[in-house]
């Protein structure tokens, strides 16, 4: 412990805690004004099954280009957001815009798969969240069925009725829901009988290194077979080779999302993409 290792290694410990500690403050700083200052962007991800080589969604990833910062990964200002309450207004604003841009395709013609967002558990334990969803798809004219929602296990694992009942209710208004990051958090198995969710996500931690790890690859396994059994779509994530590719097909993962496929996106590129892709799919369906 810090206590018994003398005081010089107390002050290393000490400043470079609190140089963590300011550099939060700063970037929390920063994240308060930026979504007036219009710095948010939605990239797109494709999700693509395995079987069909056909594009079945997109996850919508947050991205934030900092006048101060510049580019900053999720990983560094989502927890910040979570831990200053900013991931409200955030994750609002994430709703909204996935709707908006799901809606501008609908227009455009292009095909309706379903538009994926990311939902941290503050936000969904917000009692208004059901009706913030409501009000995005009614505002954009979506359908309920275009907008899917990726829950963390630890909301679906709270054993409350405002969680169930949010479930429920967006379970009826027809929003898909899946569990994102599957397997990285409580090992409670039996809660996913009950829950209306309809896709588990394979965390990129285990399918990453699935081809030369051993026990990586019996968790995808187990995963995959427990999915099945419960009549759940699996989505393999981080998926970067073909080879993992070819492995996750012969176990039953359905659906892959990784950079083997598509990197995020930016909208416009995303559509370049879409329509390569596209085109190359009827190219192949001709042929
Ligand atoms: P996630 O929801 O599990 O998203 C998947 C992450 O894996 C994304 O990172 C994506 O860019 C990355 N990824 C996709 N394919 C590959 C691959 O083949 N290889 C590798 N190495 N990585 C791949 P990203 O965009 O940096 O986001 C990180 C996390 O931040 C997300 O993990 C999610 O938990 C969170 N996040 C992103 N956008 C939002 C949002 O709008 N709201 C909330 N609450 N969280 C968000
Ligand atoms: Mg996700
Ligand atoms: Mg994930
Ligand atoms: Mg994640």
Known sequence: HAKGQGRNNYQLFSSSMSELAEESLSLEHALRSALDHDEFELFYQPQIE?????LVGVEALLRWNSREFGEVAPDRFIRIAEESG????????VLREACRQRAEWNLAGIQDFPVAVNVSALQFRQPEFVRRVEESLRLYGVPAAQLELE??????????SLTANALEKLRQMGVVMSIDDFGTGYSSLGYLKHLPVKKLKVDAAFVRDMESDRADRAIVEAIVSLGRALDLTLVAEGVEQRST?????????HV?????????????????????????AQRLSVA
């Open 50 to 54: 395995i079987a069909t080589r056909k």
């Open 86 to 93: 900013l991931i409200l207004q955030m994750g609002d604003w």
């Open 151 to 160: 829950l963390t296990e630890s909301i679906v694992m709270q054993e409350s």
């Open 245 to 253: 590719l070819t492995s996750l097909g012969k176990l039953g993962c």
């Open 256 to 280: 892959a999302q990784g950079y083997y496929y598509c990197r995020p996106l930016p909208v416009g590129e995303f559509l370049s993409w879409y329509r390569e892709f596209a085109g190359e």
